[in-house]
């Protein structure tokens, strides 16, 4: 007989309307006291304020405009708010690293307003390039897709990145990094299929 | 430190490309994914506390306007466990659902039924420390959506759970014991294996349920395990 064990829940769909179970305010509704992911980095958190702007959009170039994005990073030390990062402590109590963020209902950009990752231990401690965790559900899409972001000035780092050395061909890792546009803001678009499709992750 | 999740089933989980439920055929990506090893960025993730939990987080049945909604009164409990079996602690549940007429409180919703003008349709419960949860509820009615002419959702309750770590994450579905819609929903029978469908079944509860008061449905959540099996001595996250 082979070993027994339970095996993962499969997923579904979040459907349209994710937002009235996730950021209730969006869909218009006001009922929990406090709204998760609202704030990734408070006004007190030290380091580099940076805005990522971008799209996501469908394999027919349309504009994806339900699409919940989550946000999940390292603060600007490399340090993850969380008992699985032994330094955890040393995070400043305002950043919580979570952030949601959903696509404009009209337009399908969405923004991200936080403070740069610093540089992020890897397995073996091998260092990993500054980058924020997304993980995005929608309509039609039947497992939450997982991805990276990474910044277009952090040339160097990302040359020696573990992961982004991964993908082959090679020109698929600019899917995965943002463009610097000074001042701290970024642009960074998602593609969910075509000849851009992004990198997305089975971790 | 080590401390991997194991490898996703990707063939229990319905795939990214689902012709007859039609939004995901310009939503999937057609690429293969890319396999990588966890790392800090994925065995970690936002935690969350009680205390950001409002007293009627988890009624849905009053939390909207204090006032009853309407619709057959419902308790959804159940354990959120890993793949060892061991309970997730501390994990974050949030749910959304239609109203009994099965339409949702949202402005994209145009289905004819009624609004009911006390049910908000979402709620949110921390698991305890074994794995436990409940949250009551009005059980949902199913709906008819524009997939084909004449496609219906058989009822159903969104759950979104956080586990421990970024690579726990799940979005999934809970219905209903019994509910003769599940061979023809499309969005149900994006699963391929009627085994793993069954998973997302909560059965009937009768011992759960309060007499002349609410139906109880058992629902049992397993996120991804993780190989920290044999140094369980070792402090969380160490």
Known sequence: ?203 | MSWDYYQRDRRWHPPALTPDYKTSVARSPRLPLLSVESSLSEITGPTFSHTSLGDLDNDLIHNYTGEAAIGERTIVHGHVMDENGRPVRGALLEVWQANAGGRYRHVKDGYLAPLDPNFGGCGRCLTDDEGGYVFRTVKPGAYPFRNSANSWRMAHIHFSIFGAGLAQRLITQMYFEGDPLRAQDPIAQTIPDAAALDRLVAPLDLNASIPLDSLAYRFDIVLRGSRQTLFENKMEGA
């Open chain 1, 1 to 203: 007989m082979p070993l027994e064990y339970p095996k993962e829940s499969p997923s579904q769909t979040a459907g349209p309307f994710v937002h009235i179970g996730t950021v209730p305010s969006l869909a218009g509704l006001s009922l929990h006291p406090i709204a998760f992911g609202q704030t990734i980095a408070g006004p007190d958190v030290v380091g580099d304020r940076i805005v990522i702007e971008g799209h996501v959009y469908d394999g027919m170039g349309a504009p994806v405009r339900d699409m919940l994005i989550e946000v999940w990073q390292a603060d600007p030390n490399g340090i993850y708010p969380h008992p699985a990062d032994t330094r955890h402590a040393e995070v400043d109590s305002g950043f919580t690293g979570f952030g949601r963020v959903a696509t404009d209902f009209d337009t399908g950009s969405f923004r991200i307003e936080t403070v740069k990752p610093g540089s992020v231990p890897g397995r073996h401690d091998r260092p990993q390039a500054p980058h924020l965790s997304l993980w995005m559900v929608a309509r039609g899409i039947n497992v939450g897709l997982q991805t990276r972001l990474y910044f277009g000035d952090e040339a160097e780092a990302n040359a020696a990145d573990p992961l982004l050395a991964l993908i082959d061909p090679a020109t698929r890792r600019d899917t995965l990094i943002a463009r610097a546009e000074g001042d701290g803001r970024y642009t960074f678009d998602i593609r969910l299929q075509g000849p851009k499709e992004t990198v997305f992750l089975d971790v």
